[in-house]
């Protein structure tokens, strides 16, 4: 699983906004950081990379 994600952050570094898993990670990095502002005990860093790291999971996972 490791190195699925491995791939898949490769992957979007290089290719940018043309890799089919950039966009539905920075959408869940947005949510996250929206959550973590509005949260009292989370900040919105925490939360952008709790977001983002939950969509990637969610995509590697299937």
């Known amino acids: 699983m490791i ?3 491995r791939e898949e ?3 979007m ?3 940018g906004m043309h890799h089919p898993a ?3 990670v ?3 990095a947005a949510i996250g950081a929206v959550a973590g502002a509005i ?3 989370v900040t919105w860093p925490i939360g952008l ?3 983002a790291g939950y969509v990637l999971y ?3 996972k299937k």
Do not use: F, Q, S, Y
């Open 3 to 5: 190195d699925d994600a």
């Open 9 to 11: 952050i490769v992957g």
């Open 13 to 15: 570094a290089k290719e």
């Open 22 to 24: 950039t966009k539905p």
């Open 26 to 28: 920075l959408k869940g």
């Open 39 to 41: 949260l009292p005990i």
């Open 49 to 51: 990379a709790a977001g």
């Open 58 to 60: 969610n995509r590697i």
